[in-house]
């Protein structure tokens, strides 16, 4: 993979750095790749794979040429596959239990995922065709990759299904949330288009519980499935938060995708905040647009960022700076209200916590301050806590309770699935997860309606 290094960026023309990185694989390079695949028997990488797409077959098809085929059998597992491609860390999952790890390199799954898939997103493939219709209809509240991934099932399934959407294109963090040059706007949008080629209507442009009452909802559908995700970057609760020059990562990275680039970082001082995958975006987003120093701040250490590990080489290799074990105390501004430091203390590891992982306690007298022409805020999203409420559901600080096998919630008739059931501790939920959590709310839909029913094979 090729990255931008600081002599490489256009200061001219910044929508040239926001082109992806990675190219892909050749055609050459593919079939070579393809070739060298084993076809495991119980192959291990299916069951590392959260949504159990059968790699090998996908990869046999690539080999023999059935470049439809193989993309259809990615995206029959995994609605959200060709995202999946770009974004999975597949060291950890397929890649990292590949047999041949044990001998040679492990093959290159997401590479050839991605060739797969985009040679039907270049060829404007159509993969699935609508199901006559079962009778029962199924709101779903949210376009990501959880939502999307049900509606895609229910939609196999006969559902008539209509996906709530506050945006004005669906795919949530895929469209929105993960930088260009990772994953471009055109690859989430046809995923969106195989889900809304099954009959599925998305209203986009439409808040649940501002454009259409919860009640309205509740009771013009058969099933609610929740999959709203998650909100803004809560406040850090410290002063000069409202400076200008203090942005939210997730709508700034969201800036990068839908409105022209704008100059304003260029030979800037950013500092972010926070060690996860959205800091890591803000971070190198902000290299792009040309800012000359990009420091990462994290309260604890290089062990406890949650941040994927090609993600942190990533942002290394775009010369991001990391200050492990640094707090922001203060935000300061001059007299135009515009941020011109950032007050930080030091910290150490302390005992652990209630989520098992230690505490930062902060170091006495160790306050200093960093001069810094922009914030970037990265420490999580906060819940959309009154739609929950709004829909009487029990939650636990915004974690909606569902059982753990049928996702169903504390309505009978109301599911939820992705980043409004992934607990609080436990870092950044995988997209991979909330498209597999999308199929298993599905089946347990479909289970309850219509009893007797087994899960599609
Ligand atoms: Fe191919 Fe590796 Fe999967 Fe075996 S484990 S089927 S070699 S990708």
């Given at each position: 993979?090729?990255?931008?290094t ?31 695949c ?34 259809k ?13 770009r ?33 039907a997103?270049?060829?404007e ?42 945006e ?20 989430s ?22 454009d ?49 680039l ?20 803000g ?22 960022m ?31 209200g ?18 098992g ?9 160790s ?23 709004q829909f ?26 992705g ?39």
């Amino acid at each position: 993979m090729t990255h931008l290094t600081k002599s490489r960026i256009s200061l001219t023309n910044l929508s040239e750095n926001f082109e992806e990185v990675d190219p892909g694989l050749t055609n050459q390079e593919a079939i070579e790749e393809a070739y060298r695949c084993l076809y495991c028997y119980d192959a291990p990488c299916i069951t590392a794979c959260p949504t159990g797409i059968d790699i090998p077959t996908f990869i046999k098809k690539i080999a023999s040429g059935n470049l439809k085929g193989s993309a259809k059998t990615i995206m029959t597992e995994n609605a959200v596959g060709a995202s999946c491609a770009r974004v999975c860390p597949t060291e950890e999952l397929c890649e990292g239990a590949c047999v041949l790890n044990h001998s040679t390199e492990p093959i290159m799954i997401g590479n050839l995922q991605r060739y797969a898939t985009d040679w039907a997103i270049k060829n404007e493939q159509v993969l699935f065709k609508p199901e006559k219709k079962n009778g029962k209809s199924v709101a779903v509240i949210g376009g990501g990759p959880a939502g999307l991934s049900a509606a895609r099932e229910l939609g196999l399934l006969g559902y008539d299904v209509t996906i709530f959407e506050s945006e004005e294109e669906a795919g949530g963090l895929n469209s929105y949330g993960i930088v260009s040059f990772r994953l471009p706007q055109t690859i989430s949008f046809w995923e969106v288009e195989q889900v809304e080629r099954l009959d599925v209507d998305i209203r986009t442009n439409t808040t649940v519980g501002k454009d259409i009452t919860v009640d309205e909802i509740l009771d013009n559908y058969d099933i609610v499935i929740l999959a709203v995700g998650m909100s803004k970057v809560p406040n850090l609760g410290i002063s000069g938060e409202n400076l200008e020059g203090v942005y939210d990562a997730i709508e700034f990275v969201k800036d990068t995708k839908t409105k022209p680039l704008s100059d304003k970082f260029l030979g800037k001082n950013v500092v972010v905040i926070g060690a996860g995958n959205t800091a890591i975006d803000g971070a190198t987003c902000s290299v792009r647009l040309g800012a000359e120093n990009v420091k990462i701040l994290y309260r604890r250490t290089v062990d406890e960022m949650t941040a994927y590990d090609f993600e942190y080489e990533f942002a290394k290799q775009d010369g991001v700076e990391f200050r492990w074990l640094t707090t922001p105390t203060k935000i300061i501004g001059d007299e135009h209200g515009r941020v011109t430091g950032i007050e930080c203390i030091k910290m150490a590891l302390g005992e652990p916590g209630e989520d098992g992982r230690r505490r930062p306690v902060p170091i006495e007298g160790s306050e200093f301050t960093i001069k810094v022409d922009a914030v970037i805020k990265a420490i999580g999203q906060s819940r959309y806590i009154d739609l929950i409420d709004q829909f009487g559901l029990k939650h636990h600080d915004g974690v909606v309770t569902v059982d753990s096998e049928s996702f169903q919630t504390s309505n009978e008739k109301v599911f939820a699935c992705g980043d409004v059931i992934f607990g609080k501790g436990q870092g950044e939920a995988m997209v991979v997860s909330a498209a597999q959590q999308g199929k298993e709310v599905a089946y347990a839909v479909h289970k309850m309606l219509f009893k007797n029913v087994s899960e599609p094979a």
